[in-house]
């Protein structure tokens, strides 16, 4: 009986696709990813569009490429990792017609990340499949809602938002993520901008992994080194940005100098030296701290062994947050199975005891990361483990943390000329910070005024006072400088520090110098930088990114504004920002209409008409300063729930688990209650208003029809039309999911014009019938139709500027009411009806509703159709500029031959040709095979491809429809498919290129024929 109730209940919630992703999900987690990864070395070369639509769902490429970047985080799985990442930003990227396309490919990584890691619980994998699914629809609304659920902020679809990050950490030095997974969460956040610091030295391979990555997602990154110079009793940091290189490979060549490799291979000494004083806390921790938690909790921790926490690690430098962080992994476990024991016991034991389990349980659930570095790692804990923030033994200590900062910067000015260096503020005083700068002697060009890491701990007394010092230095007020000398000497005068007392006779030297400290400044200026100092590590904290609010939407703003759970941190730093708009000529509509356009350009306000606009922020030169409520926010909030989720209450997983409802239903399920759900209100309306049996009981199915018809004519119209693929089904088109919204809200339209409009405002409230006056009526109807229309859209998360045009083209549709009116009033009089205005009166709703669908079939049917051309050209352009590449490619591989007739003899060339020469032709046979998918499966292939080919030379023609002779490898081709070129699901994709490849050459080359025998000007250009 419960295993037939349960499969009901599963017929009713969730589709078989959430089923099958979940599984496919699950397989290839269990797979083994290396050979997953063999057998998919020419995967990422294909277009998200291309052929492999044919061998596996969008959602099961994005899962590959997740579980690909979070399973490989060692260094010999770089290149792996950059394939993914190139493979997960074209599938987002490259998605359907959307309103929020990159907005909604964010949304669709973070589900399919927890997806991932929901592995064994099997309701929250399908609830997240079904979420993924319900997602890469695109509406709006729905994508807005998961943005919101993430606690991500939308962006701006231009992808022009000043968001940026000028402090983050990877998995090489303290963080969680790789380099690659940095980058990519980077972009989910949306961040533009991102200064990734590493401790002492660097890689070359993770510079070229951090450089590789940040490219293929467009994001602009700098890589900082921070080294920490001798300061008097303490350390200074300082970050050195080298700057100045012509690309990736250029900075790799450069960190393999050997001045440069000797600069390194002495800070691994200084990380080696800090990882000796980790293990020796680890093992203090171990004797001292261990036995008091298992005392005190209950618990049975055994001690940590130091293999494992080096594993752990991995390739970063190990920390004592990585310890914390370790401690932390090995304890939960255990809290959560002493808490299910006291869950047990609790509804028996006495108040006093219960009490006691509450107290032990809320000591457990506080023990986060944070928590237990504070209590256990920190030095005053540990004082039989030298403390190394201080400067202690010289000869102990590697030689490079003996350097003070003028020599260390010396040091770093003689490998390069370009570089930028920022001095950390972390126990940072505004006197160090004057010192640092005049001892430097001006190469301290940036500070680091702002660090959300330091701000959460309560390190930022400091600030106002430094972020002082920096205005008056920019501003070269000499004054002011002087005042805050003299404010600093009196402070270290009366200071009880010796050391303090030591360094008046310093200040007073600077204060006699003041006009050179003053001009070390005057051209280049002292710029701030503000960071999160994210590791991702810690739940306490505001995690990685900030952005200026004015970069983004007014919708992001106010959610900003209204946030109450788990609110952002607006920072007291304001940034001045200007929107530039750049307006370029050369669109289609300039190449259609070049003399409209400049008769129309003439009229005032429509200078631009017809160009494209591209918008850009930028944020003013020297513009940040430090204010009350400044206008740059965190991208990241706090953990609304507790930091490791136990309680004597219901569990976490119980918690988990959402209560089946209206989103989770069946898809099938769910659109017919939306069509149900309209065609009540429609049907009864008909049916009580009308006595005639025709309107009484099919007013609403004319009605819907009327509505399906138009939706189901705008989709065909828009894909292809009568000249769409051979392979193609008219229902291809359609998307049902949005019929079924069309016919749901079309159905309270019925009762709004019909009868609160039609009948009761118009004809028995103001006397207003089609025999009295049919233009009024009409009029009215379409306007109220058009406010419905509009309201609608805008409830569903449609773009305002769609929206409203719903409500124009109701308007336009007032002049198509009165003609159908007209020809339905002859048409009745011809055959000889007595009452033709009465007929037409009770017919008036529908024949408004008819006008309005015409005219929006035409608008939306064009739209789609040029939706379409545009996504055609864009893929079309890709495959093409990758085209040439392998071409050149091919020249440079025969320099002596003729590489057009080598093609046409592509079986003979694959016989003789190298190894590397063989490779380039199987990219080659990739790119036509999707241009042959585009041809026969993509809406609007055969239009977009003949624009393209009118842009081409005859020459540039000729080359291109030549290299499709590769298709003809059918037995190389073939076993590229068998080997696993596509995959484990090559069947369908092997017999669509078996069976169709010949037609598509054959009509390629007709269409080709064509184009040549067109006059030169008969198809324009792309």
């Known amino acids: 009986m419960k295993a037939s109730s349960s499969s009901r209940t599963s017929r009713i919630f969730f589709d078989r696709r959430d089923h099958y992703l979940v599984q496919m999900v699950n397989d290839m987690l269990a797979a083994d990813t290396s050979q997953l990864q063999t057998q998919r070395r020419f995967f990422h070369q294909f277009h998200p569009r291309g052929i492999k639509e044919m061998a596996e769902s969008k959602g099961l490429r994005i899962a590959y490429a997740v579980i690909h970047l979070l399973k490989s985080l060692e260094g010999g799985q770089i290149s792996h990792r950059l394939s993914a990442l190139r493979a997960l930003r074209d599938e987002v990227v490259c998605s359907t017609n959307q309103d929020l396309q990159l907005n909604t490919g964010r949304v669709l990584i973070e589900i399919m990340k927890d997806l991932v890691r929901a592995g064994g619980n099997d309701h929250r994998q399908l609830v997240l499949a079904h979420d993924f699914r319900l997602v890469a629809m695109g509406k709006p609304r729905i994508v807005r809602l998961y943005l919101r659920k993430y606690h991500l902020l939308e ?18 030095t303290k963080g969680r993520k790789s380099a690659t997974h940095l980058i990519m969460d980077a972009w989910i956040k949306g961040i533009r901008r991102l ?8 890689r070359p391979e993770t510079a070229a992994e951090l450089l590789e990555a940040a490219s293929i997602m467009g994001i602009m990154v700098r890589v900082g080194i921070e080294f920490s110079a001798r300061f008097y009793d303490r350390f200074a940091q300082l970050i050195w940005v080298p700057r100045g290189f012509s690309d990736p490979d250029d900075f790799i060549k450069f960190l393999r100098q050997p001045l440069v490799r000797a600069l390194m291979d002495e800070g691994r000494q200084v990380s080696e030296y800090e990882r000796r004083h980790v293990m020796a806390v680890l093992d203090s921790f171990n004797r001292h701290h261990r036995p008091a938690i298992n005392h005190d909790l209950g618990l049975d921790l055994l001690p940590l062994n130091p293999g494992d926490f080096s594993a752990f690690v991995g390739l970063g430098q190990a920390s004592l947050l990585h310890l914390a962080k370790f401690i932390h992994t090995q304890l939960m476990p255990l809290m959560r199975s002493r808490v299910r024991d006291l869950r047990d016991l609790y509804p028996a034991a006495d108040k006093d005891e219960q009490r006691r389990m509450r107290i032990i349980v809320n000591r457990m659930d506080e023990l986060d990361t944070d928590i237990i570095h504070d209590l256990f790692l920190e030095a005053g804990e540990n004082p039989e ?14 030689a490079m943390m003996g350097l003070s900062p003028r020599e260390l910067v010396d040091r770093l000015s003689a490998l390069h000329s370009g570089y930028r260096i920022t001095l950390n503020l972390t126990n940072m005083r505004v006197e160090d910070v004057l010192e640092m700068l005049y001892d430097c002697g001006g190469r301290i060009t940036r500070l680091e005024i702002f660090n959300l890491k330091d701000y959460a701990g309560g390190k930022v007394d400091q600030v106002p006072q430094i972020a002082g010092l920096q205005a008056a230095i920019n501003s070269g007020n000499v004054i002011q400088l002087k005042k805050m000398t003299l404010e600093m000497i009196d402070g270290l005068r009366q200071s009880v520090n010796p050391v303090d007392r030591q360094r008046v006779e310093k200040f007073r030297k600077i204060l006699s110098d003041l006009e050179t400290f003053k001009g070390m400044y005057m051209i280049r200026p002292l710029k701030p930088r503000v960071g999160s100092d994210s590791t991702g590590q810690s739940p306490r904290l505001h995690g990685m990114g900030l952005v200026v609010m004015d970069s983004l939407p007014p919708r992001a703003q106010k959610a900003v504004r209204e946030e109450k759970e788990s609110p952002r941190l607006i920072i007291p730093f304001h940034v001045d920002t200007e929107l530039r708009l750049r307006y370029m000529q050369g669109g289609d509509a300039e190449k259609m209409f070049p003399r409209l356009l400049q008769l129309v350009r003439m009229i005032p306000g429509l200078r631009f008409a017809g160009m494209q606009c591209r918008r850009e922020w930028y944020a003013r030169e020297n513009s940040t300063r430090m204010v009350g409520r400044g206008n740059v926010v ?15 209450g219901q569990s976490a997983a119980e918690a988990d688990r959402k209560p089946r409802a209206w989103p989770y239903l069946n898809t099938r399920l769910k659109n017919s209650l939306k069509i149900a759900f309209g065609f009540i209100p429609a049907f009864l309306t008909f049916f009580l208003a009308y006595d005639w049996w025709v309107l009484a009981f099919f007013g609403a199915f004319i009605w819907f029809g009327i509505t399906g018809l138009r939706n189901v004519l705008q989709s065909v119209l828009g894909g292809g039309g009568i000249r769409r693929s051979s392979l193609l089904r008219w229902n291809d088109y359609i998307s049902w999911d949005r019929l079924s919204d069309s016919l749901m809200f079309t159905g309270f339209s019925v009762p709004l014009l019909d009868y609160f409009i039609k009948t009761l405002l118009l004809n028995q409230g103001l006397g ?5 006056h049919p233009i009024i009526l009409y009029a009215v109807m379409a306007l109220v139709n058009g406010i419905y229309l509009t309201s609608h859209n805008l409830y569903r998360g449609l773009p305002p500027e769609a929206a409203f045009a719903n409500f124009f083209r109701s308007i336009f549709s007032i002049p198509v009411a009165f003609a159908f009116n007209e020809v339905a009033g002859g048409i009745l009089i011809l055959a000889g009806v007595a009452d033709a205005t009465g007929i037409l009166q009770q017919w008036a709703a529908v024949i408004s509703k008819a006008a309005s669908d015409s005219v929006a079939g035409f608008i939306e049917g064009t739209v789609d159709r040029a939706r379409n051309i545009r996504h055609r050209i864009s893929d079309y ?6 085209f040439i590449g392998i071409y050149a490619r091919l020249e440079m591989l025969f320099p002596e031959n003729d590489v057009m007739e080598l093609l046409g003899k592509s079986d003979q060339l694959l016989d ?4 590397e020469a063989r490779q380039t032709i199987n990219m080659l046979i990739i790119t036509m095979l999707d241009l042959l998918y585009f041809w026969m499966y993509q809406p609007r292939a055969w239009t977009a491809l003949k624009k393209i080919l009118c842009g081409m030379t005859s020459d540039e023609r000729r080359i291109l429809v030549k290299a499709h002779e590769v298709l003809k490898l059918e037995r190389h081709i073939s076993l590229m498919f068998i080997d696993g070129m596509l995959g484990r699901n090559f069947s369908k994709p092997l017999a669509f290129y078996l069976n169709r490849s010949a037609q598509y050459l054959a009509e390629l080359n007709r269409l080709n024929e064509d184009i040549g025998g067109c006059p030169e000007d008969a198809c324009g250009s792309v």
């Open 155 to 172: 962006m701006p679809e231009e992808w022009n938002q000043l968001a940026f990050d000028d402090h983050v950490h990877d998995a090489n």
């Open 768 to 772: 207003i019938t089609v025999a009295t």
């Open 912 to 915: 003789s040709a190298s190894e």
């Open 385 to 398: 483990v030298p403390d190394i923030s201080r400067p202690g033994d010289l000869e102990k200590m590697p």
């Open 195 to 202: 200064r990734v610091i590493y401790y002492n030295f660097i």
């Open 877 to 882: 352009q890709n495959k093409i500029k990758a």
């Open 634 to 648: 965190t991208l990241g909030g706090l953990q609304p729930v507790s930091p490791n989720r136990l309680s004597l």
